[in-house]
């Protein structure tokens, strides 16, 4: 079997430095389609160094790309085809608002290894602190189609009781055609967001937008339209990757509202609204 749970569970957690700049959290922005219209004001604090605020999901990618997938699948007791592999689910949860440019350690783990019987799931967890205090911690949850079926445990259910009656406010994002090359250049280089032919060999039509693209995008929605921008109400923000995108498509994002939550489901309009992100949950001040 290719993962061994018990190898990847006890295996010693791995920490190193990473950093970022300005540059780093512009071009993230960018590419989650942050910028349009380029000269409004409320665009401009994500797109202009000088009034730069960072949007909590730039954790995702900060100083390594896409660790909680990538890292993952090198840890000991994973050796699994890439092909087959799918970002499950994100978890964030913020400790703290982010600078816009830092260095932190980032010690990663699997937290856990569930067995899903036609596959297996792994939580790769990425705590990070810098010489102020913890920051971020990031759960990853990786689907590796094929990998089950050993006897292990299935782990909590994903799926949340999904929101009652008619949405708060209902918004809409086009995404741009070559928004996963743009996003891809934040670190995730995963050849099925840009190789046709590779994501032919992983059962696709034609290269997907990356996830974490959609979570990024999902998550700006929910801070301008229902927090007023401000970036630093965000306490943590779930998601469980429920269908692909591709770039070029339209997101619907459905936002239904409580008191210091905001429950949220998404879904490709020129698709006939297949869904993409389910129990989707942000939690604010």
């Known amino acids: 079997m290719p993962i061994d749970a018990a190898k990847a569970l006890a295996a010693e957690p791995r ?27 409320d665009e401009l604090r994500y797109t202009l160094e000088s009034r730069l605020h960072v949007l909590p ?53 699997i937290a856990a290894v569930y067995d899903k019987g036609s596959a297996a799931v792994l939580v790769m967890r990425t705590d990070v602190a810098d010489s102020e205090g913890p920051l971020w911690t990031n759960d990853a949850q990786i689907f590796v189609r094929g990998e089950g079926g050993w ?5 909590p259910s994903a799926r949340r009781e999904p929101p009652t009656g008619e949405p708060d406010r209902v918004v809409e994002r086009r995404l741009r055609e070559d928004q996963a090359l743009l996003y891809r250049l934040s670190g995730d280089w995963n050849p099925l967001h ?14 997907i937008l990356h996830g974490l693209c959609t979570y990024g995008v999902t998550l700006k929605a929910v801070v301008d339209t229902l927090l007023g921008g401000d970036v630093s109400r965000v306490r943590s923000y779930a998601t469980r990757f429920a269908g692909v995108v591709y770039p070029g498509e339209t997101l619907r994002i459905r936002m239904w509202v409580s008191e210091a939550s905001v429950r949220a489901a998404v879904s490709a309009v020129e ?11 942000v939690q604010h001040s």
């Open 15 to 41: 920490s190193g430095e990473i950093s970022w700049t300005r540059k780093d959290v512009l071009l993230y922005h960018l590419g989650i389609g942050a910028g349009v219209p380029a000269t409004d004001p």
């Open 57 to 109: 999901s730039f954790a995702t990618v900060a100083g390594a790309g896409s660790p909680g997938v990538i890292s993952g699948l090198s840890m000991p007791g994973v050796d699994v085809d890439l092909a087959r592999v799918l970002h499950g689910g994100q978890t964030l949860t913020l400790h703290r608002p982010l600078p816009a440019e830092g260095t932190a350690t980032a010690t990663g783990r």
């Open 151 to 155: 006897g292990g445990d299935r782990g």
């Open 194 to 207: 840009a190789d046709p032919e590779f994501a032919k060999l992983a059962g696709f039509e034609r290269p």
């Open 271 to 281: 698709r006939d609204d297949a869904p993409v992100l389910a129990d989707t949950i």
